[in-house]
C-alpha cells in the first residue's frame, strides 16, 4: 500500500466503458484507474460481468463502447504490433489453469520464454524450473497438465504468467476450487510477486477472505443497475460505503436491515 | 386379510384432490387431500381458477391441509401457481395448516423475484424470418470461411518469410498422426474399393470377353478419383473431427485465450502445422491408396477373372499414365488443405461447453465433405475441357 502511496500515477485507466455481448449489455460506464503497484479488485456478484471485465482489461474482447488505457496508450486504438507489444507484458492466470494439455509443465512455463527471448533450451529450461519452484512446484516439470490436480494447475499456470517477468498480473478467480491453506498460500504468493517484482496485479474474485488479505483498491460491479456502484479499498468499503449492497456482500450478507425474503400474498407463519 | 388390503392401501396411496368450498361470504376454503406425490397424476390449478372467477367477491382463501398425507414438490407447483392466481385477483392467501416444511418452501421459491428479462421469450418467428435469419447465417459463414482462408494465407507467407513460429515436436506428432497411424484404414477402405469396382466391371466386361479391361477400370478409377477421394474422405473423418475436437477443446479450456494473451498466434501455433502435416501427408496417403486399389482389383482379376498376375500388371501398365496419377495426386493435396482448414476452422470457432466441442467435430467433417466433392465436381469439368 505504501508502494500505491509512492508512485500514484495509473497503470491501467479504464473510460467510459461499454461491454456487451451482441445487443446484450452486462455493463456500462465504467470508469476506474489502477495504479501502478496495485492490487486491485474486481468484485461483484455471479454474474455481474467480472469475468467478462477482465477480458477487456487483457485484449481478449472489444469494448463496444470507451477505452482501456495502459499507460498513455489507448490498447484498442493500437495497431496489432503495438497491441501485441502492450500483450506481452501481461501475465494471465486463467480460472482452470489454462495450461497447454499436449505439453509438460517445464514446456509450457518455457514456451513464451522460447518465443520471445533469444534464450538457449537449457537456460530456457533452468529459468522454467525456477518459476516451478517459485510456486512450489520443483520436481513436477516434466508432468502433464491432465496427471496434476486442480491447485497445482492454477501454480503451474501462474508459473507461466511470470515467465517473462510482467509488469501487471491478471488472475480470473485464483482462489475458486482451491482448499482454504491453498489459497491463502496462492494469496501470500500474490502479495509476495506485488512486492518483490513491483507487479501490478488485478484480481477477479468473491473470495471476501482473499479480498481483504490482498486488495488495496477495488471496484464493485453490480448486475442489477448494469454499472459500477462503488470503488476503493475493499476494507473502507466495508465500513463506510454508502451504498448497502456492497456493505452487505462485504459481510457476507450479515448486514443488519437487509430485506427478508417474504411469502408474496401470504402472512409470515 | 383386512391388514393386507390396508397395506396395499398405502402403498398404492390416495389420489390427490381439492376441494373448494366457501366457508363464510369472500372467504374461499381450498382443502387438499391425499398424497401430493410427483409420481402420481396431480390436479391442475385450473379449478381454482374457475372459482375465484365465479365467485367476484372473494377477498381471501385458506388452505385447508388437514386430510394432506405425503406430498413432495408436486404440492409446491401447485401452491405456487395458486399464489400466483391470488396475486393477480388480489386475494390474500392464508396459508391455514399448510405444513410447516411446505409452507418454508414456498416462501423461499418467492424470496428472490424474477430478473427481469432474463427469462427467455419463445416468440415462434414466421417462414419470412427463418429464410432471412438461415440466409445470413449462410452469408456470414461464407465470410467466416474466407476470413480464415485469408488469415490462414497470411500465416503461410510467415511461414514463407521464415517468421512463423510453432513447435517442431508439434508438427512430428501430427505428421505421425494423419500419416503413418493412418494407414491400417487407408489399406482396408481403398482395397476393398479396388476389389469392389474390380467385381462390378467383370460383371459387365465378362459378357463380351473384355474381362482384361478390368485391370484399365480398376487401375484410371483409382488413380484419377477414388485413391484421392476416398483417402479424403477417410481424412476428414478420422483427422479432420480430430482436429476439431482438440482445438475446440483448447478453446474450452480457455487454451487459446492463453495463447493469444501471451502475444502467440494461434494461426501460426495450431492451425499452420496441422495444414503443413496434411498437405505433405495426403498426397504419399494417396499413393498408398492408389497402390492398394489397384491390388484389390488384381485379386479379383487373377482369382475370378483367370488372368495372371503378369498380364494383370502389364494391362494396368498400359492403361493407367502417368497423367491419371499426377491429377489424382494434385486433387489430393487441395483435398488436405480442405481437411485441415475445415477441421481447425470449425474448432476455433467451438463455442465454450462439452456440446459445442461435439457440434464443431461433426460439422468440421459436414463442411469438409461438402467441399472435397463440390471440388471434386470443378476439377472433373476442369481436366475434361483442358482435355487431361
Redesign the interface.
Known amino acids: 500500500m505504501t508502494n500505491a502511496v509512492m508512485t500514484p500515477e495509473p497503470h491501467i485507466t479504464v473510460r467510459n466503458l461499454d461491454m456487451a455481448y451482441g445487443d446484450f449489455v452486462i455493463q456500462r460506464n465504467l470508469n476506474f484507474s489502477i495504479r501502478r503497484g496495485d492490487i486491485f479488485i474486481i468484485m461483484g456478484g455471479s454474474g455481474c460481468g467480472k469475468s467478462t471485465l477482465l477480458k477487456h482489461l487483457?485484449?481478449?474482447m472489444a469494448p463496444a463502447r470507451g477505452e482501456v488505457l495502459f499507460g498513455e496508450r489507448d490498447f484498442w486504438k493500437a495497431d496489432t504490433v503495438e497491441r501485441?507489444?502492450i500483450?506481452?507484458r501481461?501475465g494471465?492466470l486463467?480460472?482452470?489453469g489454462?495450461?497447454?494439455?499436449?505439453m509438460t509443465l517445464a514446456e509450457n512455463v518455457g514456451?513464451?520464454l522460447g518465443?520471445?527471448t533469444d534464450l538457449k533450451p537449457v537456460e530456457i529450461r533452468r529459468i522454467a524450473s525456477l518459476k516451478m519452484a517459485l510456486v512450489g512446484l520443483a520436481g513436477f516439470e516434466d508432468f502433464y497438465p491432465s496427471e496434476i490436480s486442480g491447485g497445482m494447475r492454477k501454480r503451474a499456470?501462474l508459473a507461466?504468467a511470470m515467465a517473462l517477468d510482467p509488469e501487471i498480473l491478471f488472475f480470473d478467480e485464483p482462489s475458486a476450487g482451491l482448499d482454504p491453506i491453498s489459497s491463502k498460500l496462492l494469496d501470500d504468493l500474490i502479495l509476495e510477486l506485488r512486492d518483490s517484482l513491483g507487479a501490478t496485479v488485478a484480481v477477479v474474485t468473491h473470495e471476501l477472505a482473499s479480498i481483504f488479505a490482498i486488495g488495496n483498491n477495488s471496484v464493485f460491479l453490480d448486475a442489477d443497475t448494469k454499472t459500477m456502484i462503488a470503488q476503493g479499498d475493499p476494507k473502507t468499503l466495508r465500513d463506510q460505503c454508502p451504498d448497502p449492497k456492497v456493505r452487505n456482500f462485504l459481510l457476507r450478507g450479515e448486514l443488519e436491515g437487509k430485506p427478508k425474503?417474504?411469502?408474496?400474498?401470504?402472512?409470515?407463519? | 386379510m383386512t391388514v393386507q388390503s390396508s397395506e396395499r392401501t398405502r402403498v398404492i396411496g390416495r389420489e390427490a384432490e381439492i376441494s373448494l368450498t366457501h366457508a363464510e361470504p369472500g372467504r374461499l376454503l381450498l382443502r387438499l387431500a391425499g398424497d401430493w406425490k410427483l409420481t402420481s397424476g396431480l390436479p391442475t390449478a385450473a379449478a381454482v381458477e374457475k372459482q375465484l372467477e365465479s365467485s367476484a367477491g372473494t377477498s381471501s382463501l385458506t388452505l385447508g391441509a388437514s386430510d394432506l398425507r405425503d406430498w413432495d414438490s408436486g404440492l409446491l407447483a401447485f401452491l405456487v401457481e395458486v399464489q400466483e392466481l391470488c396475486r393477480t385477483r388480489a386475494v390474500e392467501l392464508d396459508p391455514g395448516d399448510l405444513p410447516d416444511g411446505a409452507r418454508r418452501l414456498l416462501r423461499l421459491a418467492t424470496a428472490v423475484p424474477e430478473r427481469k428479462g432474463a427469462r427467455r421469450t419463445q416468440a415462434r418467428p414466421d417462414f419470412l424470418t427463418l429464410v432471412g435469419t438461415e440466409s445470413l447465417a449462410l452469408w456470414k459463414s461464407g465470410e467466416d470461411l474466407l476470413g480464415f482462408l485469408g488469415e490462414a494465407l497470411q500465416s503461410f507467407g510467415r511461414l514463407i518469410a521464415g517468421r512463423a513460429r510453432f513447435r517442431r515436436s508439434d508438427l512430428i506428432d501430427i505428421i505421425f498422426e494423419c500419416g503413418a497411424a493412418a494407414l491400417p484404414i487407408i489399406t482396408v477402405m481403398s482395397f476393398l474399393v479396388g476389389l469392389i469396382l474390380a467385381f462390378v466391371g467383370a460383371i459387365q466386361l465378362e459378357q463380351f470377353g473384355a474381362q482384361i479391361y478390368v485391370a484399365d477400370l480398376v487401375g484410371i478409377a483409382m488413380a484419377r478419383e477414388m485413391g484421392a477421394l476416398m483417402s479424403a474422405i477417410i481424412m476428414s473423418g478420422r483427422t479432420g473431427a480430430a482436429f476439431a475436437a482438440q482445438l475446440g477443446t483448447m478453446q474450452v479450456n480457455e487454451e487459446i485465450d492463453a495463447m493469444t494473451t501471451l502475444g502467440l498466434s494461434s494461426m501460426d501455433f495450431l492451425v499452420l502445422p496441422r495444414m503443413i502435416a496434411l498437405i505433405l501427408m495426403m498426397p504419399l496417403l494417396c499413393i498408398y491408396a492408389d497402390l492398394m486399389g489397384i491390388l484389390g482389383g488384381a485379386v479379383v482379376g487373377v482369382g475370378m477373372l483367370d488372368l495372371s498376375p503378369t498380364e494383370y500388371l502389364n494391362a494396368t501398365l498400359s492403361g493407367v499414365s502417368l497423367t491419371d496419377f499426377t491429377v489424382g495426386i494434385i486433387k489430393s493435396a487441395i483435398f488436405g488443405v480442405l481437411v485441415a482448414l475445415s477441421g481447425c476452422m470449425r474448432g476455433i470457432q467451438c463455442g465454450r461447453s462439452a456440446s459445442a466441442v461435439g457440434l464443431a467435430a461433426t460439422s468440421a467433417v459436414v463442411t469438409a465433405i461438402v467441399f472435397i466433392i463440390v471440388t471434386d465436381g470443378v476439377f472433373s469439368v476442369l481436366t475434361n475441357a483442358l482435355g487431361i
Open positions: 487483457i485484449g481478449l501485441e507489444r500483450m506481452r501481461f494471465t486463467y480460472q482452470s489454462a495450461l497447454w494439455s499436449s514456451l513464451p518465443e520471445f499456470g507461466r425474503p417474504e411469502v408474496r400474498g401470504a402472512p409470515e407463519g
